[in-house]
């Protein structure tokens, strides 16, 4: 089956901790996406890469650092310095260079940090 | 800076109406929108997606339709059914932004049996 998984499903941690949350895709897409999603909210977003060893900032990237080693994968980690990391956040990929740019996402990781 | 607005933020229709979602953005300028559904603690789901020189797309009872022009795009849905409920959120892709979307913040639907 061809998609985006995400793991884990759902994370605590304590403040003051970096966590790194994972996101593989066997679409064969060149470019990935994190966002973060807020109750009652739309998708705000992180950071994004277009290809392999390249990543640009989003709206949000205070507090979050990502690397992009593998085409298949695009790790996102949550660092101490982002004040409010309580959140839902997703992942995505899509096809860059020429077409639709069609955006398929993952199920998404469930962040609680207390 | 492109905004995306979706209205109503919130719907509750009876089993069988026919619905029209909105979604409107500021900036006129994009290459395309994507009409996305939310299940509760679930991803986006991708439903349909409208190229900037399309007026409309359709896939079974769902059918999007987009002016450009007036920054105004529409999801209609025909004989609704519970198993629709669920919220429903548009993004578009701006001409100048590569792949990023921006997105709405989207109209929950509930389908009443």
């Known amino acids: 089956d061809g998609g985006i998984t995400q793991s884990p499903k759902y994370l605590f941690r304590k403040e003051g901790q970096n966590v790194t949350l994972s996101c593989e895709q066997n679409?064969?897409?060149?470019?990935m996406y994190w966002y973060r999603q807020d109750p009652g909210q739309g998708l705000r977003l992180i950071y994004y890469s277009q290809i392999v060893n390249d990543f640009q900032k989003g709206d949000i990237a205070e507090g979050y650092s990502v690397s992009r080693e593998k085409k298949e994968s695009f790790p996102l980690t949550v660092t101490s310095a982002q004040k409010n990391p309580t959140a839902f956040y997703l992942c995505?990929?899509?096809?860059?260079?020429?077409?639709?740019?069609?955006?398929?996402f993952g199920p998404g990781t469930r962040l609680t940090v207390t | 800076k492109q905004e995306v607005t979706q209205i109503p933020a919130a719907l509750s229709v009876p089993e069988g109406e026919n619905l029209v979602l909105n979604c409107s953005f500021t900036?006129?300028?994009?290459?395309?929108l994507q009409w996305f559904r939310q299940d509760p603690g679930k991803g986006l789901t991708s439903l349909l997606l409208i190229q900037s020189s399309q007026r409309e797309q359709t896939s079974g009872r769902l059918n999007a339709s987009l002016d450009k022009s007036s920054g105004r795009s529409t999801l209609y849905i025909a004989a609704s059914q519970p198993g629709d409920s669920a919220t429903y959120l548009c993004a578009v892709r701006q001409e100048t932004s590569g792949s990023r979307l921006t997105f709405g913040e989207g109209t929950q639907l509930t389908v009443n049996p």
């Open positions: 995505a990929s899509s096809i860059y260079g020429t077409g639709l740019y069609e955006q398929y």
């Open positions: 900036d006129s300028a994009i290459y395309n």
């Open positions: 679409l064969n897409h060149d470019a």
